[in-house]
Each structure stands twice: as C-alpha cells, then as structure tokens.
C-alpha cells in the first residue's frame, strides 16, 4: 500500500473514518529531516498492512495541525479509532516508526 496523502478537508473521512490505523506524517517540503523520513515511511507502507501510511503537508493544510498541536516537524501521529494513540517529534531512523506500528494493535 502506497503512502497517502492527507489533507485538511479529507483529514476526517482518510484519518479519523479509517477502518484502519493511520500512521500520520506531517511534513513539508523545506524541512531537512522529513526528507530523510519520507523514505521510510514509504517502505514501511509497501512493507505491512497492519496500518495505512499517511502524510499531510503543513504549510498547505494549517487546521490539523494546529488541532493536534503540532509545532515541530516532522511529526508522527498513530490514529485509532479515531483518536490520537502515540506520537513521534522528530526522525530517528525506521525503528520508532515501526514501534509506533506495533502500538496498532
């Protein structure tokens, strides 16, 4: 499964409708580190299906993150159920992305 892309308007109905687990990202196109994350997050996308792999760019769609008060990028945001599971601040490398995968249930 590829890596999606989310945004303000279709956050609610691709994030918080899921009948999966959504491993959020939220990036932009400027920032160092999400760069090296994108990457892995996509090999881990094609790699399982226990989750889908998401990404929203924040200087295109301002609400969600505002909403989940994210302030630095990038920033992980497992969803279940329509709530906010686990997070991640930061990029260090594949294994707390994949952590964050085993806390889907």
Do not use: H
């Not at 760019?57 to 599971?85: A, H, R, W």
């Not at 997070?87 to 594949?94: E, L, S, T, Y």
Request: with cysteine; proline share 6%; aromatic share 8%.
């Amino acid at each position: 499964m590829a890596l999606i892309e989310v945004s303000d308007q279709d956050f609610e109905s691709k994030v918080l409708q899921s009948g999966k687990p959504v491993l959020l990202d939220f990036f932009a196109t400027w920032c160092g580190p999400c760069k090296l994350a994108e990457p892995v997050l996509e090999e881990l996308s094609n790699s399982q299906d226990k989750v889908v792999m998401a990404k929203l760019d924040v200087d295109k769609n301002s609400n969600t993150p505002q909403k989940y008060g994210v302030l630095s990028i990038p920033t992980t945001i497992l969803f279940k159920g329509g709530q906010e599971v686990s997070r991640q601040v930061g990029f260090n490398g594949k294994k707390p992305f994949e952590d964050l995968i085993s806390k889907a249930g």
